[in-house]
T-cell receptor, first 116, second 112 residues
Framework: GAGVSQSPSNKVTEKGKDVELRCDPI?????LYWYRQSLGQGLEFLIY????????KSGLPSDRFSAERTGGSVSTLTIQRTQQEDSAVYLC??????????????FGQGTRLTVV | GENVEQHPSTLSVQEGDSAVIKCTYS??????FPWYKQELGKGPQLIID?????GEKKDQRIAVTLNKTAKHFSLHITETQPEDSAVYFC???????????FGKGTTLSVSS
């Protein structure tokens, strides 16, 4: 597809279980971002990838959260031992970022995570 | 790190009126300021952006102004229509490829 693709679109999990959220960025986009959006809230930055490396992990809320990116393309956000406060929409975005002018970030539809 | 404040959190206008949303940022190194529109159940979509080397940019009914000295920027929507109803987010970034930091959003309601 032409846009950023996220899967699953919805995920319901039991408290304490691990979950994996997937993001397929736009082909050729070197920068990839994960954000969390809680109900009625803004977009909370989690982590940023440039290629396969993550120069900025400052937004990860705890050590239960981790992310990786392989082949400069697909990224997976993993939440271990999920808690109810992890319930939110997790958004992924990508951008070309070849130079200072390649700044537009394109967002996916998000994964709605519900921890019960 | 960067901090972006956005207000108002909600805004209700009559169709045809103008709407203005304001944001302030903390990092004087920030040089890219996009605005996103998010409709229910969808991801945010870029509607307009501005770089620090210009003070104003227009695209049909939408305009953005930037005051670098005061570190604030604003979104102006003229002749509002019901389909403009959505959540609008401002953001700031200091260089290409680093993370966009978002404001908390403004819910705009346009009534006909």
């Amino acid at each position: 597809g032409a846009g950023v693709s996220q899967s699953p679109s919805n995920k319901v999990t039991e408290k304490g279980k691990d979950v994996e959220l997937r993001c397929d960025p736009i082909s050729g986009h070197t920068a990839l971002y994960w954000y969390r959006q809680s109900l009625g809230q803004g977009l909370e930055f989690l982590i940023y990838f440039q290629g396969n490396s993550a120069p900025d992990k400052s937004g990860l809320p705890s050590d239960r959260f981790s992310a990786e990116r392989t082949g400069g393309s697909v990224s997976t956000l993993t939440i271990q031992r999920t808690q109810q406060e992890d319930s939110a929409v997790y958004l992924c975005a990508s951008s070309l970022a070849r130079n200072r002018d390649d700044t537009e970030a394109f967002f996916g539809q998000g994964t709605r995570l519900t921890v019960v | 790190g960067e901090n972006v404040e956005q207000h108002p959190s909600t805004l209700s206008v009559q169709e045809g009126d103008s709407a203005v949303i304001k944001c302030t940022y903390s990092d004087s190194a920030s040089n890219y300021f996009p605005w996103y529109k998010q409709e229910l159940g969808k991801g945010p979509q870029l509607i307009i952006d501005i770089r620090s080397n210009v003070g104003e940019k227009k695209d049909q009914r939408i305009a953005v102004t930037l005051n670098k000295t005061a570190k604030h920027f604003s979104l102006h929507i003229t002749e509002t229509q019901p389909e403009d109803s959505a959540v609008y987010f401002c953001a700031a970034r200091d260089q290409a490829g680093t993370a966009l930091i978002f404001g908390k959003g403004t819910t705009l309601s346009v009534s006909s």
